[in-house]
C-alpha cells in the first residue's frame, strides 16, 4: 500500500464549485504539505503543516484553504474554482528534524481540471 | 529568497549514452539539495539529496550528483542512460532553518531517450 495517498485522483468541476482534496499518511509524519504543479513552472508551495496545531501560507495560498484533521490527514479545498487553477496537486510529508535536513515524500497526485 | 534554475528544458539522448542535467540554485546559505523524478502518470520520487558531507552523492537508479559551491551547482550525472530513464527531473532547495524544509523547486527538465 501507498504510503501517501490523495483523493481523488482525477476530478472535473466547474468554475464556482466548492472543491475538496484529499491526503492521508500512513508514514507516521509530523510535516504535510500542498503544493500545485503547472507545465513549465514546476512545483510551488501551497500551504504546509508542521503539526496538527501548525498551518503556514506557501507562496501561492490566495484561493485556497486547508484542514489538518489529523496527524495522518491533510486536506487542500478550493471554496470557488477558478479556470486558472487547474493543474496538478500534490501532497508530501516529511518528518521532523531541527536542521530540516528532510526528505519529503510525495503522493501519486490529483489532476484537477475546472471547466 | 532562495532560487532554483534548470537552464535545459527538453534533452534527448541515446540509449547507453552519458547524461548530465544542470541545476543552479542561489541561497544565502549551505542549501539542502535535492533531485527528484517524475514518471509520466506517477508522483516524485526522490533520486538523491545533499545535506552536508562528502560533494558527490550517490542515489538510486545508477544516478549521483556532485554539490559544487563556487558554481552554485548540483548536477545530476548518470555514466550510461536507459530507456526507463525518460521522465522529468526535478532539482530542489531547501530551507534548513530549524523551522522545517520548504523546498523550491525548478522548472524541470523532460528527458527523453532515443532507442
Known amino acids: 500500500d501507498a504510503d501517501v495517498t490523495q483523493t481523488p485522483r482525477n476530478r472535473i468541476t466547474k468554475t464556482g464549485k466548492r472543491i475538496m482534496l484529499e491526503c492521508s499518511q500512513t508514514?507516521?509524519?509530523?510535516?504535510m504539505y500542498w503544493y500545485r504543479q503547472d507545465p513549465g513552472l514546476g512545483l510551488r508551495l501551497i500551504y504546509y503543516?508542521?503539526?496538527?496545531?501548525?498551518?503556514n501560507k506557501g507562496e501561492i495560498s490566495d484561493g485556497y484553504s486547508v484542514s489538518r484533521q489529523a496527524q495522518a490527514k491533510f486536506s487542500l479545498s478550493l471554496e470557488s474554482a477558478i479556470p486558472n487553477q487547474t493543474a496538478l496537486y500534490f501532497c508530501?510529508?516529511?518528518?521532523?528534524?531541527?536542521?530540516?535536513?528532510?526528505?519529503?515524500?510525495f503522493g501519486p497526485g490529483t489532476r484537477l481540471t475546472v471547466t | 529568497a532562495q532560487s532554483v534554475t534548470q537552464p535545459d528544458i527538453h534533452i534527448t539522448v541515446s540509449e547507453g549514452a552519458s547524461l548530465e542535467l544542470r541545476c543552479n540554485y542561489s541561497?544565502?546559505?549551505?542549501?539542502?539539495l535535492f533531485w527528484y523524478v517524475q514518471s509520466p502518470g506517477q508522483g516524485l520520487q526522490l533520486l538523491l539529496k545533499?545535506?552536508?558531507?562528502?560533494?558527490l552523492v550517490q542515489g538510486i537508479k545508477g544516478f549521483e550528483a556532485e554539490f559544487k559551491r563556487s558554481q552554485s551547482s548540483f548536477n545530476l550525472r548518470k555514466p550510461s542512460v536507459h530507456w526507463s530513464d525518460a521522465a522529468e527531473y526535478f532539482c530542489?532547495?531547501?530551507?534548513?532553518?530549524?523551522?522545517?524544509?520548504?523546498?523550491?523547486f525548478g522548472t524541470g527538465t523532460q528527458l527523453k531517450v532515443e532507442l
Open positions: 503543516s508542521f503539526d496538527v496545531k501548525d498551518i
Open positions: 508530501a510529508t516529511s518528518d521532523h528534524t531541527w536542521t530540516g535536513a528532510e526528505e519529503q515524500y
Open positions: 530542489a532547495v531547501g530551507r534548513g532553518t530549524g523551522g522545517g524544509n520548504k523546498l523550491t
Open positions: 545533499y545535506f552536508s558531507g562528502d560533494t
Open positions: 508514514k507516521g509524519h509530523d510535516r
Open positions: 541561497y544565502g546559505a549551505t542549501p539542502y
